[in-house]
């Protein structure tokens, strides 16, 4: 595994980045995804890839992924608006729940 990565074992997850690692617990994360950090990504870019892979996890049910990422259901609808408005977020899919 290169560095700046996540790694995800049965029961907790670890993000190594350049000299630090953080463990997480497994929950803290969407299962069967691999979200990279890269360096050079920004906060904002890697915030909207946690949500939209979460969504996408729980088949675009708001508050189960509001709860799964630890945010208001307002601040996920306020988020899904601007990653709409900024052509992040297809239509279709989020009506489709892919």
Known sequence: ???DQVSASSSASTIHSSGFSIEVERGDLPQNRDLQIRAGITVEAMER???LETLKSTR????EAAKMLGISIRTLRNKLHDYRGAGFIDQG???AGE
Not at 60 to 63: D, V
Request: glycine letters at 0%.
């Open 93 to 95: 899919l989020e009506e």
């Open 60 to 63: 675009w049910n708001r508050t």
């Open 49 to 51: 890839s946690l949500i």
């Open 1 to 3: 595994m290169t560095p």
